[in-house]
Nanobody, 115 residues
């Protein structure tokens, strides 16, 4: 059973930083992509950042320069480092993995940025 488990969310002041973790149940290399999405109340789910099996990264325009997605192969974990957080970044952050044409989702971790 494929599992993606997020952690690292919380409450942070505007301008602060958080590092989110996504632990996968299998090798990171079994996924074509692993990415982070977010969903704020009343808004559509949107891509934040993702990394391909080959290590290529992509970021949403709103997060470029403020976030870094990285992998720890030995720990089967993908991280999202977010800096200079803004109140607009408040959302549930979800880990997503694409494997053999199927998408898998974690349950999400709440990030709340207060002013």
């Amino acid at each position: 059973q494929v599992q993606l488990v997020e952690s690292g969310g919380g409450l942070v002041l505007a301008g602060g930083s958080l590092r989110l973790s996504c632990a996968t149940s299998g090798s990171i290399f079994s996924f074509n992509y692993i990415g982070w999405y977010r969903q704020a109340p009343g808004k559509q789910r949107e891509l934040v950042a993702r990394v391909s099996i080959g290590g290529t990264t992509a970021y949403a325009d709103s997060m470029k320069g403020r976030s870094t997605i990285s992998r720890d192969i030995a720990k089967n974990t993908v991280y999202l480092q977010m800096n200079s957080l803004e109140t607009e970044d408040t959302a549930v952050y979800l880990c997503n993995g694409l494997r053999n044409g199927y998408e898998y989702w974690g349950r999400g971790t709440q990030v709340t940025v207060s002013s």
